[in-house]
């Protein structure tokens, strides 16, 4: 996704409707993700990618097609070595991301789920102090507020049942994760269309997943039981949350997101979409699948936030672009 384009100063009134929708879709894959807990978490976060990447599959072979006629120096430029291994690379990452954040869903509350694999701009901005870049003030407050709302909202694993040190744990190294997605989406795509890189990364990561979830889960190409089948996702039982998942975090988040850049400047998107622990916990609670935070969380919570949000500021001011909204929850 590019993050680069001049927003128009006065957006129109249905852009407002379309960012929110799209940060409602993005932020509901967490409880939609929950209501078919029977599945075992890594081949659930396989079928949303393998369906993903099924609908993906069309409007790539038509961008690849174009792209072959169109702009021969770009399509040469698809096999060079640093591509395919950053196309491979970021695949990587979203497999890491996509099986241990879904695996933390299993294992610690959905709002200290959606906290930590949203806390990205931590640890970017963690990296770049570690690298040895300077850091502004907003940066540095940002880290200092967000790490501290991380460790008041951490003392929650001693006093509310459903959370957990490794669950929560789980959920940060699918923020780690994602970083790395981000930064190989950056290079690529500042000349590559947005379906040429998004459906081979998307194929890897859920072919990646599918294969860890044989391995670690035991699941099977059979099609029976469908909650242990690797194509258990078309079962009329999981198909709707499934399709869902595709259709709604995937399609219309990602989608959204991307049209409404030509009128919002990127930082207010970023913004916007780190609201999605809030949102996704009240969709839980509508959903049944969440209860309320308790009160570490309620009072942690708030300050990882805002932290996050600082720091989101505080790189947008500092030259570079904001950290980019997930494009495949």
Known sequence: MRLGRVANSSPPNYAWFILGAAVIAVSSAGAVFQLIDEV??????SWRLQVTALLLLPPFILQFSKMRRDSPDDFARLWEKRVVLAIVGS???????????????????LTHSLLFVTAHPLVIVAGLYLMGHSINRKQTTGAIVGFLGAAITLLGVTTEGD?????DAAAFIGAVAIVGYLVAGRFLREWMPLFVYAFPVTLIAATLLAFSSMVLEGTTFSGLPSNSSLIGWGDL???PAIAYLAFGPGLVGHTGINSVLRWFPPIIISVAVLFEPLIGSLIGWLLGTAVAPGLFTLLGGPFLIAGVI??????SESGGDAPEPIEEE
Not at 40 to 45: S, Y
Not at 310 to 315: F, H, Q
């Open 310 to 315: 600082l720091v989101t500021l505080g790189l």
């Open 237 to 239: 039982i999981y198909l």
């Open 163 to 167: 959370v957990t040190l490794i669950g």
């Open 40 to 45: 075992p978490p890594i081949l659930r976060a």
């Open 91 to 109: 695949g990587l990452c979203l497999w890491i991301h996509f099986g241990s954040w879904v695996w933390s869903l299993d294992h610690t509350s």
